[in-house]
Nanobody
C-alpha cells in the first residue's frame, strides 16, 4: 500500500556526514503513528536507530544520541536521518519504517529496501 524508497547512503571516512532520505510514493500520510530508522551490520541483528511519533517526540539509540537527527518534511512524504560524526560502528544497511494512516488505509506498516552506509577509519 505504501512504497518506501531510501537514498543517501554511501562510503565516507570517519568523522564524515551523510543525510538519508526515505520517500513514500503514491500515498499522502494523514496521521503518523511512528516513523523510524533501523540498521543492520553483517553478523549483527537489526537494531533501532531513531524514531519520530505522531506527537513529534523523537527517540534515539544511545549509540547515536547527539550525532544523528531524525526529521520529516512539511508534506509528511519524506523522512530524513542526518548523520554527523560517523564512525565505523555506524556502518550497515539502513532501512526506514513507517506506521501511518493514509487517505485510503487506516493503518499501514511498511519497510524500505534499505540504503548502505559504509564508514572507514
Amino acid at each position: 500500500q505504501v512504497h518506501l524508497v531510501e537514498n543517501g547512503g554511501g562510503s565516507v571516512h570517519a568523522g564524515g556526514s551523510l543525510r538519508l532520505s526515505c520517500v513514500a510514493s503514491e500515498r499522502q500520510i494523514l496521521e503518523v503513528f511512528e516513523l523510524g530508522w533501523y540498521r543492520q551490520a553483517p553478523g549483527r541483528q537489526r537494531e533501532f536507530v531513531a524514531s519520530l511519533d505522531g506527537s513529534g517526540i523523537t527517540k534515539y539509540a544511545d549509540a547515536v544520541k547527539g550525532r544523528f537527527t531524525i526529521s520529516r518534511d512539511n508534506t509528511k512524504e519524506t523522512l530524513y536521518l542526518q548523520m554527523n560524526g560517523l564512525t565505523p560502528e555506524d556502518s550497515g544497511l539502513y532501512s526506514c519504517h513507517a506506521e501511518v494512516k493514509t487517505e485510503w488505509e487506516l493503518h499501514v506498516t511498511s519497510w524500505g529496501r534499505g540504503t548502505q552506509v559504509t564508514v572507514s577509519s
